[in-house]
């Protein structure tokens, strides 16, 4: 099969759980960069990666990695790539890209020449005009200290629109963050999960599609499927191998608990679309007033940031009482993501282990408090 290279993108921080959810595919041999997982791979692995990656944002195509330091050798090395392997004549295709430490400063210049040189090439080859009234072909291009590498976008729209939140309530984490948080922490199908703050319930269903390894792309469309270069039968196949890989045994109970009515209505029925309703239990409660008999348990949380001035207090209070819930339940482990002003410090208790990461623009913690292990079951039991 046709070799291809690849690149994850991902938002800073996720580097290492991506490239983990890529060797899970089977792709060992791969590159790390800040935002990025770079591997080759056969063919198939475009339409595998953009239903199973779970924390990604977006699966590049690479066309192309040259030098650059003028504007001739720039438009004439992208102008003999061979876009039409890629691009039908009836192609969409808007360039977008950025510029580092590069010679090529001006972004808008590098763009339009980058869409001129395609043009050029794909006229030349199709004997036509191009009315762009076709696939989604979306090119993005790096200069990077005089290095050019440019891609074709095949998942379209980010990986996060899995397609089943409808529904928000306020504050709503990206689905991909969501999935990181759960591939962060110990949680297991085999450990109780909770989120006590569980909003339009994106952490909870993450988990659920991981507790039963389902696809986190099955319901949704991608770019490249629409591309009549790629081969249809390698998104059937694709499909077809997310749902012979669901594991509908048992797991441990997930937990999603608010205190807003309305919100929880919007997670069950995102919960419904996701497929994964029937595992996750939806419950109103005040976080002040959660009890549990369940021990060695998970609680991953994403609690109010309190982004404006006058809800500071209530955040912060609200953190309080969350700590005071989890100290009545000493076996569990607690992952809390929240702004980055000082959970610690608030809740006097150091974290186990902290991590920066990112929820769109705003610079969040992953706070980690590491509970004891759960005993082991002997294998003859
Ligand atoms: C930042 S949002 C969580 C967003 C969620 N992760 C999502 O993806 O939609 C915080 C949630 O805390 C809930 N909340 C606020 N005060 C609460 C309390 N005292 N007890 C329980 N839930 C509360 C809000 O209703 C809101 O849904």
């Given at each position: 099969?046709?070799?291809?290279?690849?690149?994850a993108?991902?938002?800073?921080?996720?580097?290492?759980?991506?490239?983990r959810?890529?060797?899970?595919?089977?792709?060992?041999?791969?590159?790390?960069?800040?935002?990025?997982?770079?591997?080759?791979?056969?063919?198939?692995a475009?339409?595998?990666?953009?239903?199973?990656?779970?924390?990604?944002?977006?699966?590049?195509?690479?066309?192309g990695?040259?030098?650059?330091?003028d504007?001739?050798?720039?438009?004439?090395?992208?102008?003999d790539l061979?876009?039409?392997?890629?691009?039908?004549?009836?192609?969409s295709?808007?360039?977008?890209?950025?510029s580092?430490?590069?010679?090529?400063?001006?972004?808008?210049?590098?763009?339009?020449?980058?869409?001129?040189?395609?043009?050029?090439?794909?006229?030349?080859v199709?004997?036509?005009?191009l009315?762009?009234?076709?696939?989604?072909?979306?090119?993005?291009?790096?200069?990077r200290?005089?290095?050019?590498t440019?891609?074709?976008?095949?998942s379209?729209?980010?990986?996060?629109?899995?397609?089943?939140?409808?529904?928000?309530?306020?504050?709503?984490l990206?689905?991909?963050?969501?999935?990181?948080?759960?591939?962060?922490?110990?949680?297991?199908?085999?450990?109780?999960?909770?989120d006590?703050?569980?909003?339009?319930?994106?952490?909870?269903?993450?988990?659920?599609?991981?507790?039963?390894?389902?696809?986190?792309?099955f319901?949704?469309?991608?770019?490249?499927?629409?591309?009549?270069t790629?081969?249809?039968?390698?998104?059937?196949?694709?499909?077809?191998?997310?749902?012979d890989?669901?594991?509908?045994?048992?797991?441990?109970?997930?937990?999603?608990?608010?205190?807003d009515y309305?919100?929880?209505?919007?997670?069950?029925?995102?919960?419904?679309?996701?497929?994964?309703e029937?595992l996750?239990?939806?419950?109103?409660?005040?976080?002040?007033?959660?009890?549990?008999?369940?021990?060695?348990?998970?609680?991953?949380?994403?609690?109010?940031?309190g982004?404006?001035?006058?809800d500071?207090?209530?955040?912060?209070?609200?953190?309080?009482?969350?700590w005071?819930?989890?100290?009545?339940?000493?076996?569990?482990?607690?992952?809390?993501?929240?702004?980055?002003?000082d959970?610690?410090?608030?809740?006097?208790?150091?974290?186990?282990?902290?991590?920066?990461?990112?929820?769109g623009?705003?610079?969040?913690t992953?706070?980690?408090?590491?509970?004891?292990?759960p005993?082991?079951?002997?294998?003859?039991i």
């Amino acid at each position: 099969m046709e070799q291809v290279t690849l690149t994850a993108t991902t938002g800073f921080g996720l580097e290492a759980v991506v490239g983990r959810e890529l060797q899970r595919l089977g792709y060992e041999d791969q590159q790390r960069t800040d935002g990025r997982v770079t591997f080759t791979a056969p063919l198939d692995a475009i339409a595998r990666c953009n239903l199973n990656l779970r924390s990604a944002d977006r699966l590049l195509l690479q066309i192309g990695k040259f030098p650059a330091s003028d504007f001739d050798a720039y438009f004439d090395q992208i102008q003999d790539l061979p876009w039409e392997r890629w691009m039908p004549a009836n192609a969409s295709f808007p360039v977008n890209g950025s510029s580092h430490k590069s010679t090529l400063k001006s972004v808008p210049t590098c763009q339009g020449m980058a869409k001129k040189a395609i043009v050029n090439r794909l006229q030349r080859v199709y004997s036509c005009e191009l009315d762009e009234t076709g696939p989604d072909c979306a090119v993005q291009f790096e200069l990077r200290s005089n290095q050019c590498t440019i891609w074709l976008n095949t998942s379209g729209e980010g990986l996060h629109k899995r397609g089943y939140r409808l529904k928000r309530g306020v504050a709503p984490l990206r689905e991909t963050i969501a999935a990181s948080l759960a591939q962060l922490s110990v949680w297991n199908r085999e450990r109780t999960f909770h989120d006590p703050f569980c909003g339009s319930g994106t952490i909870a269903i993450e988990a659920a599609l991981i507790a039963q390894n389902r696809a986190p792309g099955f319901n949704r469309q991608f770019a490249c499927e629409t591309w009549p270069t790629y081969p249809q039968e390698l998104w059937e196949q694709a499909r077809e191998e997310a749902q012979d890989k669901i594991d509908q045994s048992e797991c441990m109970p997930i937990l999603a608990t608010d205190n807003d009515y309305h919100v929880l209505n919007a997670a069950r029925e995102n919960a419904a679309r996701a497929g994964v309703e029937h595992l996750i239990h939806f419950q109103e409660h005040d976080v002040s007033e959660l009890k549990t008999q369940r021990m060695y348990g998970c609680l991953i949380t994403n609690p109010p940031y309190g982004e404006r001035l006058d809800d500071v207090d209530e955040a912060e209070q609200l953190w309080t009482e969350l700590w005071k819930v989890t100290q009545q339940w000493p076996t569990w482990s607690v992952f809390v993501f929240a702004g980055s002003r000082d959970f610690e410090k608030i809740v006097d208790k150091r974290a186990t282990r902290r991590r920066k990461l990112y929820n769109g623009p705003i610079e969040c913690t992953y706070y980690q408090y590491l509970g004891p292990k759960p005993p082991r079951i002997p294998a003859s039991i």
